[in-house]
């Protein structure tokens, strides 16, 4: 038996990754494919980032959401990706224990944070159509910021919750994880008592978990109401625009895992298939979602593409 405590002599030193299932013939195109993927999640949440800073047209609540959900976007990614693709280019399968806990919990803290961002700019996008004449009296910058400074001291609060139980447990000779940031899966390798983990799990994950959705949905069956009365197209169509952008954010987010759950993976792992629509995918595509779909953001881009161009031919 074995403990991933450091100072322990016995202590578990790494843990093997099983990773991709992907034939080796393969490797070579799914890594251009990941860091493809990659490059252009780190770069396109970035832009969105720079975008908010330097143009005062979207210095709103709503874009001050959407910077750190970006920047969140980016960490998440960072999290798996680097250390896949490694995987892929040396087949060195192995993580130390100290490593791959810290990647738990990073995973952990920034899964956490875009939820609890998206529930925050669904109360957002509530307000400015249920309650326009009090929108900048509600949404003031105090507000905003007490917001995301929650929604960080939440989302460490309990990757730091979970890591302090974890380091406790000890493990047996099996340290085969099929893919990274799984803790339940951790937890079945232990040989300790893991009932006051699953307890901390289940009550916990099902609170930041359940109370972020329901916030959602009630903010949209708000939003929708409202929409409904509207006595013209032309309002319901402005009505419609100022949140169109989020709604299909979130319906990516939440219907990844609903989609998962639906279709079975023909590698025979669902989870996998999961990890990689959180991590990759959903993060690349949320700033293509923003920048195609919203006005302000598609005016604040033509005005830096005009800025580069005036810049680039001085």
Not at 84 to 94: A, F, G, I, R, V
Not at 122 to 151: F, Q, W
Not at 217 to 241: D, V
Request: charged share 10%; aromatic share 10%.
């Amino acid at each position: 038996m074995s403990s991933v405590r450091p100072g322990n002599q016995s202590s578990m030193s790494k843990f093997l990754l099983l990773g991709l299932p992907i034939p080796p013939g393969q490797q070579g195109l799914f890594f251009a494919l990941f860091l493809g993927m990659y490059l252009t999640t780190g770069l396109g949440n970035l832009l969105i980032i720079l975008i908010i800073r330097l143009d005062s047209r979207v210095h709103t609540p709503m874009y001050f959401f959407l910077s750190h959900l970006a920047f969140s976007d980016i960490c998440l990614s960072s999290v798996t990706v680097p250390k896949t693709l490694m995987n892929m280019h040396t087949q060195q399968q192995s993580i130390p224990c100290v490593g791959f806990i810290s990647q738990l919990y990073c995973f952990i803290v920034f899964g956490g944070l875009d939820n609890l961002l998206l529930a925050i700019m669904a109360y957002d996008r509530y307000v400015a159509i249920c309650h326009p004449l009090h929108y900048i009296t509600i949404m003031r910058e105090g507000l905003c910021a007490l917001l995301v400074a929650g929604s960080w001291i939440i989302s460490c609060g309990s990757a730091l919750l979970h890591t302090i139980l974890l380091v406790q447990l000890s493990f047996c000779a099996n340290n085969v994880i099929n893919h990274f940031c799984d803790l339940t899966v951790l937890l079945i390798l232990s040989c300790s008592d893991i009932s006051l983990n699953e307890l901390v799990l289940f009550a916990e994950g099902g609170v930041l978990s359940v109370l972020p959705l329901a916030s959602i949905l009630g903010s949209y069956i708000c939003i929708g109401t409202i929409i409904l009365k509207a006595p013209s197209t032309k309002r319901f169509l402005k009505a419609f625009s100022t949140f169109r952008s989020h709604l299909l954010v979130v319906s990516l987010f939440y219907g990844t895992l609903v989609g998962v759950d639906l279709v079975s993976s023909s590698w025979g792992s669902k989870d996998i298939i999961a990890l990689v629509m959180y991590t990759v995918v959903t993060p690349m595509l949320n700033p293509f979602i923003y920048s195609l779909r919203d006005r302000d953001i598609k005016q604040a881009l033509e005005c830096l593409s005009i800025g580069l161009k005036k810049l680039i031919c001085q």
